[in-house]
């Protein structure tokens, strides 16, 4: 069966350090994977979009990595301040595919 | 430049009765997703749609859901009959018209809760 899975527990870290958050699928294709923000009470805010034939992406302090072979996306957050704290989304498309299928998420939590 | 508007934000419906929520999408986008969130669930995609067509709507569940988007005005997503499993957050997506990939832009989202 179709599955995309993030680390369900919440992560704990201190602020100033990196957070690396871990998004596997099975059974996709994807043409390219993305990652999103969520507040509580709100709606998903985009953060960044990497392709299949993408292995790095970076924003700022965000850098996502995407390995085909393993079937795995790495969302990292370097320098992590609390405002960072959040629910972390990916999202993918299948290749060929109209819908976008997210994760459950992974919740942060940056500690001051 | 106002981004992907909801309305109403929260709404409150008895059991048997009809929830219509809608979508306002930002200007220029004319693909429009609707998805539905359980309380500390992912984002569970519904329908996809272009300005009166139906492109994917896998999502949804057969009886008592439809959803449209007309040439003229929001999106709707209507659900008929509510039953208390309706009860979540439903969030509204909106892209550009490109091929290939694109990011989403939400909405806040409507809560809405079946007593």
């Known amino acids: 069966s179709q599955k995309i899975e993030q680390n369900s527990e919440a992560l704990n870290i201190q602020e100033g350090k990196t957070a690396t958050l871990t998004c596997n699928y099975t059974n996709y294709s994807p043409a390219y994977l993305q990652w999103y923000r969520q507040d509580p009470g709100r709606g998903p805010v985009f953060l960044l979009l990497i392709r299949e034939n993408e292995k790095e992406k970076r924003k700022e302090r965000l850098k996502v990595t995407f390995d085909t072979t393993l079937k795995q996306s790495l969302f990292h957050i370097t320098a992590s301040q609390p405002a960072d704290s959040a629910t972390y989304l990916c999202a993918l498309r299948n290749t060929g595919g109209f819908k976008t299928i997210f994760g459950a998420g992974t919740r942060l939590f940056v500690k001051a | 430049n106002a981004g992907v508007m909801q309305n109403p934000r929260h709404l409150v419906r008895r059991r048997g009765q009809e929830a219509r929520l809608r979508c306002s999408p930002m200007?220029?986008?004319?693909?429009v997703y609707w998805y539905r969130q359980l309380p500390e669930e992912g984002l569970k995609f519904m329908v996809y749609?272009?300005?009166?067509?139906?492109?994917?709507e896998s999502g949804m569940p057969k009886e008592r859901f439809s959803a449209e988007f007309p040439k003229e005005g929001p999106s709707i997503l209507r659900i008929q009959q509510v039953v208390r499993g309706d009860s979540a957050a439903y969030f509204c997506?909106?892209?550009?018209?490109?091929?290939?990939?694109?990011?989403?832009?939400f909405g806040p989202g409507t809560r809405l809760t079946v007593t």
């Open positions: 749609l272009q300005k009166e067509n139906i492109i994917d």
């Open positions: 200007k220029g986008h004319s693909h």
């Open positions: 997506a909106s892209s550009q018209p490109l091929a290939g990939e694109y990011e989403q832009y």
